[in-house]
């Protein structure tokens, strides 16, 4: 039975839309991974480091037949290939994916939170992934993405940059 998942990715390094564009299309390219839909494109501010790029934002949903662990492998390989070092938190980078959401998956490991321990705390995360999947439930607060970009403390700037939805 295929799996749910919602990504979001950001880049404000080395042409971010075009970073942000093949990592699309690597998700794309695997065959165990169906892109149901992906968000228009958003221009953020840098969270935690002023002195850095925008960055330019969006989110996937997906279907997989993979579980949580080796879709994460898949995102962490895409990463890597891009050219994606993990050096210190809130860095600019090349290309970061997130995992958002799997199904209606909790998981507290050292490696690996789901659903993302601050997703609910970024409009960056929460209005893209909005544009796609309104109604998908948040396991731990049961409220949707559209309930929980209402609710956020986060008045962040997030401004559409290029209208892509699908």
């Given at each position: 039975?295929?799996?749910?998942a ?14 942000c ?91 690996l ?54």
């Amino acid at each position: 039975m295929p799996h749910i998942a919602s990504l979001s990715l950001g880049s404000n390094l080395t042409s971010p839309f075009n970073q942000c564009q093949a990592a699309i299309r690597s998700l794309k390219a695997n065959p165990a991974i169906q892109v149901m839909a992906t968000a228009s494109f958003y221009r953020t501010a840098p969270v935690g480091a002023a002195a850095q790029p925008d960055f330019v934002n969006t989110a996937v949903a997906l279907s997989t037949d993979c579980d949580a662990r080796t879709l994460f492998q898949i995102i962490s390989d895409i990463e890597r290939s891009q050219g994606r070092l993990r050096r210190n938190r809130n860095e600019a980078r090349v290309i970061d994916i997130d995992l958002i959401l799997f199904d209606d998956l909790v998981l507290q490991a050292e490696d690996l939170i789901i659903p993302h321990p601050r997703f609910r705390e970024r409009r960056f995360v929460l209005v893209p992934l909005a544009e796609i999947a309104p109604d998908t439930k948040d396991p731990i607060t049961g409220l949707t993405i559209r309930e929980l970009l209402q609710r956020t403390d986060d008045r962040s700037e997030v401004s559409l940059i290029i209208d892509t939805a699908s």
